[in-house]
């Protein structure tokens, strides 16, 4: 019912900044509570932010706290993901992922998470 791809991927330097949007569609859009996951070579996937259905709460992982911020336009069917000071330690393929229903939190477990985008890559060279 929902779909989501990512886009805004790419390969940056250290200290750089990148932009990650995340576009839903679907026969019937609900305004669902959206997260930021990311996963690299060799690592299980780990939580990286999330936003509530509204864009008024948010919650995001110690290692990207004062870095990222993820933020939403329901407007525009979409969730981003600004990623500042990027570090090599960024690099991983970065997924977004939806929950169920409208009334349901912004959480850090991904499997909290029902619907999911295929990966955009994040490449952060020294």
């Known amino acids: 019912q929902v779909q989501l791809v990512e886009s805004g991927g790419g390969l940056v330097q250290a200290g750089g900044s990148l932009r990650l949007s995340c576009a839903a569609s679907g026969r019937t859009f609900s305004n669902f509570a959206m997260g930021w996951f990311r996963q690299a070579p060799g690592k299980e996937r780990e939580f990286v932010a999330a936003i509530n259905w509204s864009g008024s709460g948010t919650v995001a992982a110690d290692s990207v706290k004062g870095r990222f911020t993820i933020s939403r336009d329901n407007a525009k069917n979409t969730v981003y993901l600004q990623m500042n000071s990027l570090s090599p330690e960024d690099t991983a393929v970065y997924y977004c992922?939806?929950?169920?229903?409208?009334?349901?939190?912004?959480?850090?477990?991904?499997?909290?998470?029902?619907?999911w985008g295929q990966g955009t890559q994040v490449t952060v060279s020294s």
């Open positions: 992922a939806a929950r169920s229903a409208r009334n349901q939190a912004a959480t850090m477990n991904s499997r909290d998470y029902f619907y």
